[in-house]
């Protein structure tokens, strides 16, 4: 094997392909890993969180050496007419820190960034520049690409990181605070407290397109920000758009995206909570099946995580099913009162529904009680499918 050849070639050096590289890494030391990232950093300037409920003891300790910001004393949501705060501990990492992390516990030169791929097929993998990447086995980490197999709407947003010359006074994460206008869609304001005097507010929207009118988020932003009376500076920026799954011929997508004997991780290969779109415990889970399986040869490791894919998805329809009627049966302005029904629950329930792991009671649970939206739509929205996923995100 020569310097530039590898035992896994990982395509991506995002949320999905970095953590493979540092569980493999970690479990098989002997192994050979390479990361490949066409831009200056994985992740590009984003950040993603989680609960503590999230992951299991080894999903945890995979995390353990990150750079994580965590919080203890809970979170809040906030709703026209229900305010709370519940006790689960919540993470996050930035893309920027994750990108930092690797370099130092990874072995020197395993992430090559600014290094575009060309092509790629199982025996490896050809860059941009023409050089060749021989290795046993292939890895697309890459993100979430548009395509007409799935369907449902965007959860689009935009956020400032902030720093202060004084402390801001928020202590705990404020995960949803749907009190602001709604300005035709599903619309809520995220706060992290990143440190007492740093803070991360995020604009977000549940909409059926993935663009945002650039000027007026600003301005809705800028005015939630100005109630802080807080004098700060803009240090960051950063915007996107996460698909909202509500359904769509899952096989026929992994079909589109398959290259033989090549194994798909990430939101890439569906890897995704439908509704909420976070990525980090499945990518972790992902990450771990993986390390366990490094023996196999790069075709049986694409098989495997083809069928996690297909397992996962099946796993997920409940969410896909809420993700429709959150679109097609309520108005987009009174969206809120979907979320606002569901935080009636107990503390558990909303755990494994982030962890996307909820009970057949707990769906029970969901739906009890006085229904947010007509029944008569309702039904409508579970026979109606929802638009193609094809916009540019």
Same mark, same amino acid.
């Given at each position: &094997?020569?310097?530039? *050849? @590898? *035992? &896994?070639?990982?395509?991506?050096?995002?949320?999905?392909?970095?953590?493979?590289?540092?569980?493999?890494?970690?479990?098989?030391?002997?192994?050979?890993?390479?990361?490949?990232?066409?831009?200056?950093?994985?992740?590009?300037?984003?950040?993603?969180?989680?609960?503590?409920?999230?992951?299991?003891?080894?999903?945890?300790?995979? &995390?353990?050496?990150?750079?994580?910001?965590?919080?203890?004393?809970?979170?809040?949501?906030?709703?026209?007419?229900?305010?709370?705060?519940?006790?689960?501990?919540?993470?996050?990492?930035?893309?920027?820190?994750?990108?930092?992390?690797?370099? %130092?516990?990874?072995?020197?030169?395993?992430?090559?960034?600014?290094?575009?791929?060309?092509?790629? *097929?199982?025996?490896?993998?050809?860059?941009?520049?023409?050089?060749?990447?021989?290795? $046993?086995?292939?890895?697309? @980490?890459?993100?979430?690409?548009?395509?007409?197999?799935?369907?449902?709407?965007?959860?689009?947003?935009?956020?400032?990181?902030?720093?202060?010359?004084?402390?801001?006074?928020?202590?705990?994460?404020?995960?949803?605070?749907?009190?602001?206008?709604?300005?035709?869609?599903?619309?809520?304001?995220?706060?992290?407290?990143?440190?007492?005097?740093?803070?991360?507010?995020?604009?977000?929207?549940?909409? &059926?397109?993935?663009?945002?009118?650039?000027?007026?988020?600003? $301005?809705?932003?800028?005015?939630?920000?100005?109630?802080?009376?807080?004098?700060?500076?803009?240090?960051?920026?950063?915007?996107?758009?996460?698909?909202?799954?509500?359904?769509?011929?899952?096989?026929?997508?992994?079909?589109? %995206? %398959?290259?033989?004997?090549?194994?798909?991780?990430?939101?890439?290969?569906?890897?995704?909570?439908?509704?909420?779109?976070?990525?980090?415990?499945?990518?972790?889970?992902?990450?771990?099946?993986?390390?366990?399986?490094?023996?196999?040869?790069?075709?049986?490791?694409?098989?495997?995580?083809?069928?996690?894919? %297909?397992?996962?998805?099946?796993?997920?329809?409940?969410?896909?099913?809420?993700?429709?009627?959150?679109?097609?049966?309520?108005?987009?302005?009174?969206?809120?009162?979907?979320?606002?029904?569901?935080?009636?629950?107990?503390?558990?329930?909303?755990?494994?529904?982030?962890?996307?792991?909820?009970?057949?009671? *707990?769906?029970?649970?969901?739906?009890?009680?006085?229904?947010?939206?007509?029944?008569?739509?309702?039904?409508?929205?579970?026979?109606?499918?929802?638009?193609?996923?094809?916009?540019?995100?």
């Amino acid at each position: &094997m020569s310097a530039r *050849d @590898c *035992d &896994m070639a990982i395509i991506g050096g995002g949320l999905a392909g970095g953590l493979i590289a540092l569980a493999v890494t970690r479990q098989r030391p002997d192994m050979t890993v390479r990361v490949f990232e066409a831009g200056p950093a994985g992740g590009a300037e984003r950040r993603w969180s989680w609960f503590s409920t999230d992951l299991d003891a080894d999903g945890a300790e995979l &995390m353990e050496p990150l750079s994580v910001t965590a919080w203890t004393g809970g979170y809040d949501v906030h709703f026209p007419q229900r305010r709370r705060c519940l006790g689960t501990g919540y993470r996050s990492l930035s893309s920027t820190d994750f990108a930092t992390d690797l370099d %130092r516990l990874l072995p020197a030169g395993t992430v090559s960034a600014n290094c575009p791929v060309a092509s790629f *097929d199982a025996a490896g993998l050809t860059l941009a520049d023409g050089e060749r990447i021989a290795a $046993r086995t292939v890895i697309d @980490c890459r993100g979430f690409a548009p395509t007409a197999h799935l369907s449902g709407g965007w959860q689009v947003f935009h956020g400032r990181h902030l720093r202060g010359e004084t402390a801001h006074g928020i202590k705990r994460p404020l995960i949803m605070d749907a009190t602001v206008g709604q300005s035709g869609a599903f619309r809520f304001v995220y706060v992290l407290p990143l440190s007492e005097r740093e803070l991360l507010v995020e604009d977000t929207y549940y909409q &059926m397109t993935s663009s945002l009118d650039a000027e007026a988020v600003a $301005r809705r932003l800028g005015r939630y920000i100005g109630r802080l009376r807080w004098s700060h500076e803009v240090i960051g920026v950063e915007s996107g758009a996460l698909p909202v799954i509500t359904g769509g011929d899952f096989e026929a997508w992994q079909a589109e %995206r %398959r290259v033989g004997g090549v194994g798909r991780a990430g939101a890439h290969a569906g890897f995704v909570h439908p509704l909420t779109g976070y990525t980090l415990p499945f990518a972790v889970q992902t990450a771990l099946a993986v390390a366990q399986a490094a023996d196999l040869s790069g075709p049986d490791l694409a098989d495997l995580l083809e069928h996690r894919a %297909r397992a996962h998805w099946r796993a997920t329809k409940f969410y896909r099913t809420l993700g429709s009627l959150l679109f097609g049966a309520a108005r987009p302005s009174e969206r809120w009162r979907v979320f606002e029904h569901f935080y009636r629950l107990p503390q558990v329930p909303i755990e494994r529904f982030y962890a996307g792991r909820s009970t057949t009671l *707990d769906k029970l649970r969901i739906f009890s009680g006085k229904p947010p939206v007509p029944v008569g739509r309702a039904l409508s929205a579970l026979r109606t499918s929802r638009p193609q996923l094809k916009q540019a995100a």
